[in-house]
């Protein structure tokens, strides 16, 4: 499959793209697209992908993501809906000169950002009102609530940056995706890295080259991120033990399991269910 750079059609009379997508057209292939984008997951839950950053998404999550950063997101499951609002905009419709101005310094700061942010909206309960009408906005309207929209997201929510290393490097042939696919379908079984570096058509060392130049991290890491976002949407089910998680993460023995959950979240699992139930 090859992997697009996404552009989205325009409607007439407006200059950006403000419309819902829902199940098949909410599932897309590793992709990245000169816009900025503002992403707000109406209904549904998985795995997202966004440049560098592995995790998941989740009903009410909002995304705001940088001009050129790779992004990828997988729902749960086969039979599960998901309904995404997005805003796609490029910056060149402000012009040369109307975001220099004092007032939209936060505002301008927000759309050269090169990276994604989760946002937290709990200090302006009125921003996913904003984004969820937008889509039948028009004139005058359409453009200002976009302008609100990004001013609320600059200065009136707290933001978490997802991604830390910028991908300059964005694969042409669709392999990247293929190999993402195939860990999201298979992460629960004993994948080898020869096994991945066949399905990539490369020697293993040069498989290892092109994954971390296209991801900015190696594929065992990958792999491990994947199994730990697994492991942590599990977790939130407090019917489930921890012995019966790390199985079906694909772990063959707890102590492992323990091990890499730590490295990658910081925490046990037991203390992040402590944590995940709690709040």
């Known amino acids: 499959m090859k992997p697009f750079v996404q552009k989205l059609p325009k409607q007439e009379f407006k200059s950006f793209v403000s419309v819902t997508f829902s199940t098949p057209l909410f599932e897309t292939p590793w992709h990245r697209h000169l816009e900025n984008e503002i992403l707000y997951i109406k ?3 998985g795995t997202a992908i ?3 950053f592995v995790g998941e998404f989740s009903e009410g999550d909002l995304f705001y993501i940088g001009s050129n950063v790779p992004h990828w997101f997988r ?4 039979d599960l809906f998901c309904t995404v609002v997005v805003i796609q905009f490029d910056k060149s ?3 040369n000169s109307f975001l220099n101005i004092p007032e939209l310094a936060q505002i301008k700061k927000l759309i050269n950002l090169k990276q994604a942010l989760s946002v ?3 200090l302006d309960t009125s921003l996913i009102e904003k984004i969820k009408g937008l889509e039948d906005a028009e004139g005058f309207d359409h453009m200002s609530r976009l302008l609100a929209i990004l001013n609320s997201i600059s200065i009136k929510t707290k933001n978490s940056i997802l991604t830390h290393e910028h991908i300059n490097s964005f694969d042409s042939k669709g392999i990247i995706d293929e190999i993402m696919e195939y860990t999201f379908n298979h992460f629960q ?4 890295l020869e096994d991945i570096a066949g399905l990539a058509k490369m020697s293993e060392s040069n498989f290892r080259r092109f994954f971390k130049l296209n991801t900015k991290k190696s594929f065992s890491k990958f792999l491990k991120e994947i199994r730990i976002a697994h492991a942590c949407k599990l977790l939130k089910d407090k019917n489930l033990f921890v012995s ?3 199985h079906d993460c694909g772990y063959r023995n707890i102590t492992n399991f323990n091990r890499q959950f730590k490295e990658i979240k910081g925490i046990t699992p037991s203390a992040y269910r402590a944590q995940v139930l709690n709040d």
């Open 93 to 95: 419709i402000f012009g």
């Open 43 to 45: 209904k549904g839950y």
């Open 75 to 78: 729902k749960a499951n086969e």
């Open 244 to 246: 019966q998680i790390f």
């Open 50 to 52: 966004i440049g560098d």
């Open 120 to 122: 937290n909206y709990e």
């Open 189 to 192: 079984e004993n994948i080898k």
